[in-house]
């Protein structure tokens, strides 16, 4: 008789982690998100407000459509829009969308735009010393009298420890993870950026903290945390 119940413990176990798919991103529809940015003087910069609209499992995971809100500094509201988180086989994925602005992407409005992109990936799995895979996206605007073209690329990714971190949302034991991005820009002229990326992941929450940094290592302000439900 334990041996059937033991049998049943590990099968609902093994049904509750296939739902989830990822532990570090734990989603029902309703799930919210409140983050917080700040300048490099601890002054608000803005918010973003994220909330699932739908969810759907699929065979090896979910996909889910999330609504983003960019309020300023005096809480106004800025720009809106619907981003698709996806997990498959235990690996979120982080849509690269993300790293190009609503304002950069206005710009590319008026003409036919081409997209490629390489996502990011979060597994479930994580470990100190973890080396994660890179992600890309490509802009390009077709028709265009000039050359425009943006891309994105996101390398150099590890897991370089374990942290306790704390936020207005609470305490919370995070995987910290560095990567180093570059930004070519072609609008007429040629820009190129280079900065580097801390971010912190917690189990059920996923990202509590994220700081960026110039080519000289100097922090360029933080995203945290502020809410969770």
């Known amino acids: 008789m334990k041996k059937v119940l033991l049998f049943i413990l590990l099968a609902f176990a093994s049904l509750v982690v296939h739902a989830q798919c990822n532990e ?4 029902n529809e ?3 998100w409140v ?3 700040y300048s490099t003087k601890n002054k608000l910069t803005g918010k973003t407000q994220q909330s699932v609209k739908s969810f759907d499992k699929t065979p090896t995971g979910f996909t889910a459509i999330v609504t983003s809100v960019l309020f300023n500094e005096k809480g106004k509201e800025q720009t809106r829009g619907d981003i698709e988180m996806v997990c498959s086989n235990g690996t979120f994925l982080i849509d690269m969308r993300r790293f190009i602005s609503e304002e950069q992407q206005k710009m590319f409005a008026s003409y036919k735009m081409a997209v490629q992109s390489e996502n ?3 597994p479930s799995n994580l470990s100190v010393g ?5 992600g890309s996206i490509t802009l390009t605007a077709e028709g265009s009298p000039l050359p425009m073209k943006m891309s994105v690329t996101v390398y150099d990714r590890k897991v370089e420890g374990k942290e306790t971190i704390t936020t207005p949302a609470g305490i919370f034991e995070c995987f910290k993870i560095a990567s180093k991005s570059k930004v070519n820009t072609q609008m007429g002229i040629t820009m190129n950026l280079n900065f580097s990326s801390t971010e912190w992941f917690a189990l059920k929450v996923g990202m509590v903290k994220s700081e960026s940094f110039d080519k000289n290592g100097k922090s360029s302000g ?3 945390l502020a809410a969770y439900k």
């Open 24 to 27: 570090y991103y734990v989603l």
């Open 30 to 32: 309703g799930t919210e």
């Open 35 to 37: 983050y917080e940015t």
């Open 120 to 122: 990011l990936e979060l």
């Open 130 to 134: 973890q080396t994660l895979k890179d």
């Open 222 to 224: 933080y995203t945290q």
